[in-house]
């Protein structure tokens, strides 16, 4: 079974430029969630789906911030327009009802 | 709110010694506790839970025992091979909401 997978690895982008970073959750798991580590610091939860709702979407920092899942399948979250301190590793992790989350790799995101 | 504090990395081992990595936390509410461990080049991947005070969780030869009055949850091993260097995080969740608070990480680099 393949797990959950982020692409792309690492992008390297100007400021004020648009990134789309998309994940695909482990196949049968509806719920989805995006979070980010910044500079090292801790890792912080984003928001969540259940299929394709937004079940939890506190974490979202601002409205430059879009992330969607059509369909109830993989998940997009775009950044628009990307500032510095929005460099970082952002991670994807799916999971059934109530069980673990499987992670994903992690985009790492460069704003320059 | 809800906040885990772990120790500050790196944490530089010799082979075969003592490991423990501090973990404290604060939460609104009875949290769910965990130990996430994210090896090089690789996702996060759950390395223990406990569920309720005085629960003990382990998992590759690493403990961990919720202990209600102090509020921690620090992780163990007897004896860490080459193999363990990683970063771990510490986590927790509380009861209706499924989004993970983690703490900032501390890396453990094993020398042989």
């Keep these: ?3 959950v997978t982020q692409f792309p690895s690492h992008s390297v982008i100007e400021k004020g ?3 789309t970073l998309r994940c695909d959750p482990i196949s049968g798991h509806d719920n989805l969630y995006w979070y980010r580590r910044v500079m090292g610091k801790e890792i912080k939860f984003l928001l969540h789906f259940v299929k394709e709702s ?10 430059r911030f879009l992330a969607e899942r059509t369909g109830g399948t ?5 950044v628009q327009p990307a500032e510095l301190e929005d460099s970082g590793v952002y991670f994807c992790a799916s999971s059934r009802h109530t069980g673990e989350l499987f992670f994903g ?8 | 709110g809800n906040s885990v504090t772990q120790m500050e990395g790196p944490v530089t081992l010799s082979e075969e010694a003592f490991l423990t990595i501090n973990c404290t936390y604060t939460a609104t509410g009875y949290p769910s506790l965990f130990w996430y461990v994210q090896y090089p080049g690789e996702g996060l991947q759950l390395l223990l839970k406990a569920t309720k005070a005085d629960d003990k969780g382990s998992n590759k030869g690493f403990e961990a025992t919720y202990r209600k009055e102090t509020t921690s ?3 163990e091993k007897g004896s860490v091979q080459v193999s363990d260097s990683a ?3 510490c986590a927790l969740s509380v009861a209706g909401r ?3 608070t983690f703490g900032s990480g501390t890396r453990l680099q094993v020398q042989p």
């Design chain 1, 1 to 3: 079974e393949a797990g």
């Design chain 1, 74 to 78: 993989y998940s997009t979250l775009k």
């Design chain 2, 73 to 75: 949850f620090h992780l």
């Design chain 2, 98 to 100: 499924r989004a993970l």
């Design chain 1, 54 to 63: 937004k079940q939890d979407e506190s974490g979202m920092p601002n409205n």
């Design chain 2, 87 to 89: 970063v771990y995080f």
């Design chain 1, 17 to 19: 430029q648009t990134v």
């Design chain 1, 105 to 112: 790799e992690g985009s790492r995101l460069t704003v320059l």
